[in-house]
């Protein structure tokens, strides 16, 4: 076939392909759950697609990710982009043919009593935008989370449909369904620049000396994507931060899984994890955990935070000062300024990049991918994108939150 030089694949199985283009309408680069979406949604219109990955899928931030999937941000953008991708996650299976792993726990957090005002006028947001949070007092709220500590709060709010999926399987069945709908999926190789020629892309360069050529490229290459872009003399204002996250195996007698609970007052998001643990993690993006390169050296976490991590979480489910630790890791974020991706076209004709996701990606990608997409396939900018331009943070149209969370101290993750 035209285009097309015939290799031995070195990676049997379900994604095996035996056959490399070197022409392509797209090349997506990075096969996290944005990469891998993305590639599923410009598959699934038709469009001949291949994904670079230069390790597995889902080996990046994805794979580090908490997966937590929430309705409750500060932002009409924000909570219409979490809504039609938890749409999306309940029915991953009928949409994509394979398992996200998606369990719907639920999401409770509390406000203390001079929050009070900007805890309503979030919680009239999200029902606004059909979000079915409730209000429920702490005794109701203690009735549903016995474990939970309440005597600080005077109102919680409860979102049942909250939930976690596997963030590895998820970006696996994005990929596995891009290929089943003629995508092509490269891993292993990495993607060591971008050609461009007369201002217009013109394919890619690979690491083990190919190349493809293409008029399209999709950047979702996580924290490499500032590299990639500043290449091609683009500056993405991105930032790196290291996130770090708890194994803790509840207690005999616990009870029932916890629902999601983000603790604003004791700095902890926190989910159940399979049967038996639990995942916590700090829910700010610290200035002091900032780092300067895109890939990080360490990736376990220290004991003194696992038990800085458990006291925190001690202090809302008393009975996790007897939980034991299990092990924990730290991931990388891409911070953007405002805490919204760039979700953008950019630089030469044909360059998109999709980056910025500050810590909250994983819950996005299904609406993202099929927002970009678009975007790519046709040509022009969704409205759903209007808001994330790469401009706006020079054009002072930074996201700004409708509602802040109480109380707000910087950006807010996962
Ligand atoms: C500890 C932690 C907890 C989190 N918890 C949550 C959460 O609970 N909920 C939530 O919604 N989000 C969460 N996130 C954020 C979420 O995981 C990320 O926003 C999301 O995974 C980003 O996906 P991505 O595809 O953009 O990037 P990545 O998953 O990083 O994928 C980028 C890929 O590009 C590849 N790549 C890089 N350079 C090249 C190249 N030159 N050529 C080829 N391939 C390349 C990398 O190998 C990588 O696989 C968390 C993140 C971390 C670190």
């Known amino acids: 076939m035209e285009g097309t030089t015939i290799c031995e694949n070195p990676f049997p199985g379900p994604m095996a392909r035996l056959r490399i283009p070197t022409r392509a309408e797209v090349v997506v680069v990075g096969g996290g759950c944005m990469g891998a979406s993305t590639a599923f949604h410009l598959a699934r219109r038709g469009v001949d697609v291949v994904l670079v990955e230069r390790g597995h899928i889902g080996s990046g931030a994805t794979g580090h990710s908490g997966a937590i999937i929430r309705q409750h941000y500060e932002t ?71 474990q939970l500590a309440v005597s600080d709060y005077v109102a919680l709010v409860h979102d049942p449909e909250a939930g976690y999926a596997d963030p590895a399987v998820t970006a696996v069945g994005f990929a596995k369904a891009a290929e089943s709908l003629g995508g092509t999926i490269r891993q292993d190789v990495d993607v060591r620049g971008l050609v461009v020629r007369g201002g217009q892309i013109a394919g890619v360069r690979l690491g083990d000396g190919g190349q493809i050529k293409t008029s399209n490229v999709v950047l979702a290459a996580g924290t490499w994507t500032r ?141 993202v991918g099929r927002l970009m997409a678009e975007f790519v396939a046709s040509g022009r900018r969704p409205e759903g994108l209007s808001e994330l331009g790469a401009g706006r943070f020079r054009e002072g149209r930074e996201i700004k939150p409708a509602a802040p969370l109480p109380p707000r101290r910087g950006s807010r993750l996962p």
Request: aromatic share 10%; net charge positive.
């Open 227 to 367: 590299m990639l872009a500043r290449a091609v003399g683009v500056r993405l204002p991105i930032h790196f931060v290291r996130g770090e996250v708890a194994i803790l195996r509840r207690p005999v007698g616990f009870g029932r899984p916890p629902r999601i609970h983000f603790d604003f007052y004791g700095n902890t998001y926190s989910r159940p994890e399979g049967e038996k643990d639990v995942l916590v993690g700090y829910m700010d993006a610290r200035p002091h955990r900032i780092v300067q390169q895109p890939v990080l050296r360490e990736q376990s976490v220290s004991t003194s935070t696992i038990r800085d991590l458990t006291r925190r979480l001690a202090r809302r489910f008393p009975s996790m000062t007897r939980a034991q630790p299990r092990g924990g890791w730290a991931g990388l974020y891409d911070v953007s300024p405002d805490s919204y991706p760039i979700l953008d076209a950019v630089g030469p004709r044909g360059l998109f990049v999709e980056v910025g996701f500050s810590g909250h990606g994983f819950k996005l990608s299904p609406e």
């Open 76 to 146: 009409r953008l924000g909570i219409g982009l979490t809504r039609r991708s938890l749409l999306f996650f309940r029915r991953f299976k009928e949409e994509t043919g394979h398992s996200c792993d998606f369990h719907e726990t639920g999401f409770l957090s509390g406000t203390r009593a001079p929050d009070v005002p900007a805890f309503d006028a979030l919680l009239r947001l999200l029902t606004s935008e059909g979000v079915r949070a409730e209000r429920l007092s702490p005794d109701g709220a203690q009735q549903l989370e016995p």
